[in-house]
C-alpha cells in the first residue's frame, strides 16, 4: 500500500489493468506520447507500445466512434476526451450508439468500454474546459456514469468500469487530480458502481456531495465544528445508477437535506434527487431540501469563476439555515 493522488490512482490503475488484460487499450488527443494534458496517462505508451496506447486526431466522433467499434470487436477500449466541454461533437455516438447498442441488438451486442473525462472548474481554465455536464449522460439510458471523489475510489471505480460488461463514463474531478494523497492498495479491488458511500453518521442533516464537492463540503464542515450540527455526509460516487436508497433511509433519520454540486441548479442530478427523496421520504422531512450549486450560466472566464464556483463558506452558510429552519 502507498499514498497516491487521484491522477496517480488512475494512472496506477491502466498500468495494472493493461498488464493483466491485453484487450485494454487507451487512447485519445495527446493521450499517448505526452501522457494527456494533465499527464494521467503518462507512460503508458513507453510500457506498453504504440499500438495500445495512442494519440488521435482532434475529432471527439471520431474517438467514441471507433471506441464503439473495437468494444463490439473483442477489444476493451479507454477512450479520453481532453475535456468533458469538448465531447459534444461526439455525443451523437454517446447517445445514438455507445448507449444503445445492447437495446437495440436484444442483447446481441454490448459495448465494455469506459469514456474518461476530466470535468470541472476551480483551475482557471476556459468555459468548455470547466463545465460539469453530469445530466447530459446520466439523462441516457444504457450509461453507466461515476464520479471518484478520492484516490481510493478513483482506482475501485476505474477497475469497476474496466470489468464492467457496458460503457461506462469516468468523469475525473481535475480540481482534486493532485490535492491531496491517500493510502491506495497494491492489489485491484473493485468499488461497486451504483452504491454510495456514508462517509460519515450523523443525526441533523443528511449533505449529499460526489466529486470535487466532497473535498468543499468536509472544508465546510470544519467552518461549522463550534454549531454542534451533527452531519450525515454521503459520497453519492455514482451518478448513474443513482443509490437514493442510501440517501432517503438517511434523510429518514435525519429529516434534512442539502445536496452541493458544482453543476447548474436547473435540471440537475441534485434536483433529481431532491425530488426522489419528497417521493420516498416526504413525511419524515422537516424542512424543505436545499441545492448548493453553480448558478445557470456559462462558466466565467477565469478571472469571474470564483463567483460561479461553490465553496467551502457558501456550502457552510447554508448548512447552518438549513440547521436552524423551523416552520
Not at 473525462?117 to 482557471?124: A, E, I, K, N, S
Not at 497494491?186 to 442533516?205: F, S
Not at 450525515?232 to 442539502?258: H, N, Q, W, Y
Amino acid at each position: 500500500m502507498a499514498e497516491k493522488t487521484l491522477l496517480q490512482a488512475i494512472n496506477d490503475t491502466l498500468h495494472q489493468q493493461m498488464k493483466e488484460d491485453e484487450s485494454v487499450v487507451v487512447f485519445g488527443e495527446d493521450a499517448g506520447f505526452e501522457g494527456g494534458v494533465f499527464r494521467v496517462t503518462a507512460g503508458l505508451q513507453k510500457a506498453f507500445g504504440e499500438d495500445r496506447v495512442f494519440d488521435t486526431p482532434i475529432a471527439e466522433g471520431g474517438i467514441i466512434g471507433a471506441a464503439v467499434g473495437m468494444a463490439m470487436n473483442g477489444l476493451k477500449p479507454v477512450a479520453e476526451i481532453q475535456f468533458s466541454g469538448f465531447m459534444f461533437p461526439g455525443y451523437n455516438q454517446i447517445a445514438m450508439h455507445m448507449a444503445r447498442m445492447r437495446n437495440r441488438s436484444r442483447g446481441k451486442w454490448n459495448v465494455p468500454m469506459v469514456l474518461r473525462m476530466p470535468y470541472g472548474g476551480g483551475v482557471r481554465a476556459l468555459e468548455h474546459h470547466s463545465e460539469s455536464l453530469e445530466t447530459l449522460f446520466a439523462h441516457l439510458p444504457g450509461l453507466k456514469l461515476v464520479i471518484p471523489s478520492t484516490p481510493y475510489d478513483a482506482k475501485g471505480l476505474l477497475t469497476a468500469a474496466l470489468k464492467d460488461p457496458d460503457p461506462v463514463v469516468y468523469f475525473e474531478p481535475k480540481r482534486i487530480y493532485r490535492a491531496f494523497k491517500q493510502d491506495v492498495p497494491d492489489e485491484p479491488y473493485e468499488v461497486k458502481i451504483g452504491k454510495a458511500r456514508v462517509v460519515k453518521k450523523g443525526a441533523d442533516v443528511t449533505i449529499v456531495a460526489w466529486g470535487a464537492m466532497m473535498r468543499e463540503t468536509q472544508k465546510a464542515l470544519d467552518l461549522v465544528k463550534d454549531e454542534n450540527i451533527d452531519v450525515e455526509l454521503i459520497d453519492l460516487r455514482t451518478i448513474a445508477p443513482m443509490d437514493s436508497k442510501t440517501v432517503v433511509e438517511s434523510v429518514k433519520k435525519t429529516g434534512r437535506l442539502m445536496v452541493v454540486q458544482e453543476a447548474v441548479k436547473t435540471l440537475s442530478i441534485a434536483s433529481e434527487l431532491i425530488s426522489r427523496v419528497n417521493e420516498d421520504a416526504f413525511l419524515y422531512l422537516e424542512a424543505p431540501p436545499v441545492r448548493v450549486s453553480g448558478h445557470d450560466i456559462t462558466i466565467p472566464l477565469p478571472k469571474g469563476e470564483h463567483h460561479h464556483m461553490v465553496d467551502a463558506k457558501r456550502i457552510a452558510y447554508e448548512l447552518k439555515k438549513l440547521a436552524n429552519y423551523e416552520v
